[in-house]
């Protein structure tokens, strides 16, 4: 595995190197001659095919040890790299209100449409704080995305701010998590607004990601989320536990821009950790052939 992927790395740079005409060989009527004491143009690219092939052998060397560390049966596999033309986001068919396009509400989804071999992980509401998965993903270099309630955020609104410090982009679950279909709009507009603030406040944004707690929502909903400057209303097609998995589609597998939902969890309400959850996690989609990718990267 390591090799073939050293050799797709290197051909792909010496093709550079053809097209910008450093290639052994290059020259014809634009060729230069070097000035003295300067390398001649041919060497440059074997210096810089020997300098990636060295970064990718430490990179993947580093990515094994944490794999071996937090007792991974398989090294997950590495994204490609962020789509340069970014996927329409559209409501999944039925997951409409009335005047959806008209009002050009926030689009919800349960996956992002995508040839790439990736899933997404995104984890909801705050309740455990556990610094060994912060470690963990770190080490690992897993990307996720999480949506957030203050009531449980409140409690240690630290802890966040070390995952966003390591690049996780922090987004809106309501400030109490309440069954949202149930409120006023304008009820609804204070859950969803005032979380807005929250994280505006302590982590210096305000998310344009935004996930009704239970996956419920009406019209009201994506209005009050649409006025709080929210652009997308993610859902999910699986959702990952210590000991299994729910899967929202009949056939019960994984698909290309799948959005795996799970929860901050640990032995209070699960039968384990949330290391032990990503383990599961991970060991699913890397037997699969997927990688994790960020979700932010390709809206």
């Known amino acids: 595995m390591r ?32 000035a003295p004491g300067q390398q001649p143009p041919q060497a440059q690219p074997g210096r810089a095919l020997h300098t990636y092939a060295a970064r990718l052998r430490a990179e993947y060397a580093a990515r ?19 789509p340069a033309t970014k996927p ?3 409501t ?6 009335e005047d959806h396009e008209e009002l050009n509400l926030p689009p919800v989804f349960t996956a992002v449409p995508t040839k790439d071999k990736v899933v997404f992980l995104t984890i909801d509401d705050g309740a455990e704080k556990d610094p060994a998965f912060l470690r963990m993903m770190s080490d690992l270099k897993i990307p996720y995305t999480a949506f ?8 240690d609104y630290g802890y966040f701010k070390k995952m966003q410090d390591a690049g996780v982009t922090l987004n809106n679950h309501t400030l ?12 609804q507009k204070r859950e969803i607004c005032g979380m807005q603030d929250v994280i505006e406040k302590h982590y210096g944004e305000r998310p344009e990601l935004f996930r009704p707690p239970f996956g419920n929502y009406n019209r009201d909903t994506l209005r009050a989320a649409k006025t709080c400057g929210v652009k997308y209303a993610p ?11 729910d899967y929202r589609e009949w056939d019960r597998d994984l698909h290309p821009g799948d959005i795996v939902l ?10 384990g950790t949330m290391p032990d959850m990503i383990r599961r996690f991970l060991g699913m989609v890397t037997e699969k052939g997927y990688a994790v990718a960020r979700l932010e990267d390709y809206l």
């Open 176 to 187: 109490h998590h309440p069954y949202l279909p149930a409120l006023s709009y304008s009820r």
């Open 262 to 271: 799970t929860h901050f969890r640990g032995h209070a309400d699960w039968k």
């Open 88 to 90: 329409a986001i559209t």
């Open 235 to 245: 859902l999910w097609s699986e959702e990952v536990f210590v000991d299994h998995w």
């Open 148 to 155: 957030l309630s203050d009531y449980l955020v409140k409690e």
């Open 64 to 82: 094994t040890a944490a794999a071996r560390r937090w007792g991974l049966e398989k090294v997950p596999l590495t994204p490609p790299a962020p």
């Open 92 to 97: 999944r068919e039925g997951f409409e209100v």
């Open 3 to 34: 090799r073939v992927g050293v050799r797709t790395g290197l051909a792909v740079l010496a093709l550079a190197a053809l097209g910008s005409g450093c290639a052994p060989g290059a020259g014809g009527t634009g060729a230069t001659r070097p």
